[in-house]
């Protein structure tokens, strides 16, 4: 997608430089597009803990060239199979929500044919990594293809008026290596005609909503309101919300869902204002080896100066600030568990699927 006007993915490798991976540093933006070079498996490991490479899909395929990157940096005197198992340990340790991370690392991991030989290895890796990193491109576009659908039904049902979905964190390009899951549908409506506009909650405490989303539809002009993270539940009981649409990091079999803490908030309350929520999500987000989300999927639990700091722009530099009485605890939980009950389906590559474990197994393997 684009940044004024250029078009950019959120992670490559540049033909002439095969040795290092790019990723635009999604903690500097929206005030400084940076481009961050990764040269090791041990930088990947970092952009992935700080957040400058963040979002279930871009995670598993920052992951997937960790392992390539690994790959490189062994030399004759390096034991590979165990180079190579412990790469993969390390990778899959750094953020444990996002099924995508170690889903993806397992299968570069497993796409190595024998431990023979260092260039082979590299080389398989690097095959591995771009493959996962073009089928979630491809993936995006398809849901785009099927959310699409949902947002023409209501443009209908509105006899035309503009379709306002609400949002949280950011299921944007940015989070996807191209297109983005809940942005897929709303940039294929806006090429349609069908007049969108987009409630962004800013998703405190590191705002990806009001720093990412925001940023990625103004770069696309689409119509988008920020929101506080509070404000919400007001919109859909004022009717001035059609459809929640927001990705999610791990779905059980039994359709529960984790996501950005906050999430869960906002699905009790479209159920309550009875709007439907719909999770835009890849199939590589799926966890199908457990039944149901609480007590299975693992919640990261993140520094509490998240919270007790905010960060911003102040005369033109990237400032920190304390939010709060010195010496305040805080804790940090980054995502939640939205139950299946609450969600009115996943729009996946493969089709609009059910939230229960019939639909889930049928559909997505
Ligand atoms: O902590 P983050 O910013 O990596 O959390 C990301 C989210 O919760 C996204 O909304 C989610 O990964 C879906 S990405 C399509």
Redo the contacts with the bound molecule.
Sequence with gaps: MRIKGRSYQSIWIDPGEPENVKIIDQARLPFSLEIKKLCSAEDVYDAIYS?SV????A?GAAGAYGMYLAALEMSSATRYREHMHNAAHYLISCRPT?VNLSWAVTKVLSSISDYGSKDKIAEETRKAADEICQAEIDRCREIGNHGIKLLRETHKRKNGSAVNILTH???GWL??VDY??VTAPVYMARDEGIPVHVWVSETRP?N?GARLTCFELANENISHTLVTDNECGLLMQKGMVDIVL????RVARNGDSA??IGTYLKALAAYDNNIPYYIAVPSSSFDLSITEGPGSIPLEERDPGEVLYMEGLADGKITRFRICEAGTDALNH??DITPARLIKGFITEKGIVKPDEKSILEKIN
């Design positions: 957040l963040r979002g279930a899909p995670i996002a964190c950011n299921a989070a996807c983005g899951t590191r990806q927001t990705g999610s990091d996501n950005k980054a995502f």
